[in-house]
């Protein structure tokens, strides 16, 4: 039988190219803003949201995503002040959120079967409601960029600049914080926590190899990131290994692999 045909990867492909332009969009403004360790925090963070949400019997996805924009919040109002410097503030919401979901987590009586995919990801378990949380995420996020590209685009290179331009700096940062959060607790079925970070910046990070046009960085990223998902989920089912991990390590050597081509012609250029 073709594994097309099963409708779990047809859930996986359809997860896949969506998470693909989502973290293409988001991903390129974390890059070019610098917010990749305040990324990580927010990821880790929305642990405590996942156990609040198993211990209350509440959704542990929109518990994750309530606590991950809140954590956000935080992290950005810390920013903002100067009294508490900016790793000092993520570590501590990184670690506060993953302290509160161990104790809710060992609180919780029986056992969490859908622990291990919060942690670690399984993009061939993502079900209907996700697809469509990624869908609506991704359509909202597509026309925010599409409407108000250039404040963003301002924000993300030179804050400074963009004050000057008397453009609502605080109020796009707060805006892109929420939507960093979002779209975090959105792809934690398909690479978990420990992952998450890792689709917001590798395609990213290809990508700029090769451009450093805002537009173009976006294109190439949903293209590059649409191509490790296709080959990871692919290699995945090929040797029985998991879907979420193999996917980064994918992404991971598509990054060596043209750091390596671009880096030789170089090379050869110069001779």
């Not at 991950?68 to 903002?80: E, K, P, R, T, Y």
């Not at 804050?159 to 979002?182: D, G, K, N, W």
């Not at 090769?210 to 989920?233: E, M, Q, R």
Request: proline share 3%.
């Amino acid at each position: 039988m073709n594994i097309l045909e099963y409708t779990f990867f047809q859930n996986a492909l359809a997860g896949a190219f969506l998470a693909s332009i989502l973290c293409g969009f988001i991903g390129t403004y974390i890059v070019t803003r610098r917010l990749v360790f305040i990324s990580g925090g927010i990821t880790h963070a929305s642990f405590g949201g996942i156990g609040l949400g198993v211990m209350t019997g509440v959704n542990p996805i929109l518990s994750a995503m309530l606590f991950a924009i809140l954590s956000a919040f935080g992290v950005q109002w810390v920013s903002n002040h100067k009294d508490i410097r900016n790793d000092s503030a993520i570590a501590m919401f990184w670690t506060l959120g993953m302290s509160v979901g161990i104790i809710c987590c060992f609180l919780t009586p029986g056992f969490m079967p859908d622990l291990p995919s919060f942690l670690f990801g399984s993009i061939l378990t993502i079900g209907t409601s996700d697809l469509w949380l990624l869908g609506a995420l991704t359509v909202c996020v597509g026309l925010l960029f599409t409407m108000f590209l250039r404040p963003i685009q301002s924000v993300a290179f030179d804050r400074t600049f963009a004050l000057s331009q008397h453009l609502p700096v605080t109020l796009i940062e707060y805006i892109m914080m929420a939507l960093i959060a979002m779209t975090i607790v959105a792809t934690l079925k398909m690479v978990g926590i420990v992952l998450a970070i890792s689709l917001l910046t590798i395609p990213q990070m290809t990508a700029n190899l090769f451009t450093y046009n805002y537009k173009h960085l976006i294109l190439l990223s949903i293209f590059l990131g649409w191509i490790d998902c296709l080959i990871g989920l692919y290699a995945s089912y090929l040797y029985n290994v998991p879907s979420g991990a193999t996917i980064i390590f994918v992404s991971i050597l598509t990054f060596t692999l043209c750091k390596t081509i671009k880096a030789g012609i170089s090379q050869f250029y110069k001779k």
